[in-house]
């Protein structure tokens, strides 16, 4: 049974930093592409950021790009996501999803329950 379990999201000021991970178990995810979107109160799920199961690549979004980063230990199965500069825009749902192939649109196979970020202004 594969599962991803995301953690590490909590309310946070404005211009703070968090650190999200994503534990995955159940699949050989060191073999996965794997990254975060995210879901505002009232919007459709958004692509974060992708990294590719090298960590030779990754894509992120205009919104996060410079302030975002993502990162994966195989090892430990386990991906990351940086958060710098945090504006109340930030402020979501954040989900880790993985899938055989990289990919900017929400086409991947697993998906977490996702973890709260609230950056408050």
């Known amino acids: 049974q594969a599962q991803l379990v995301e953690s590490g999201g909590r309310l946070v000021e404005a211009g703070g930093s968090l650190r999200l991970s994503c534990a995955a178990s159940g699949r050989t995810f060191s073999l996965y592409a794997m990254a975060w979107f995210r879901q505002a109160p009232g919007k459709e799920r958004e692509f974060v950021a992708a990294i590719s199961w090298s960590g030779g690549t990754t894509y992120y979004a205009d919104s996060v790009k410079g302030r975002f980063t993502i990162s994966r230990d195989n090892a430990k199965n386990t991906v990351y996501l940086q958060m710098n500069s945090l504006k109340p825009e930030d402020t979501a749902v954040y989900y880790c999803?993985?899938?055989?192939?990289?990919?900017?649109?929400?086409?991947?196979?697993?998906w977490g329950q996702g973890t709260q970020v609230v950056v408050s202004s």
């Open positions: 999803a993985a899938n055989p192939r990289i990919s900017l649109s929400d086409e991947y196979r697993y």
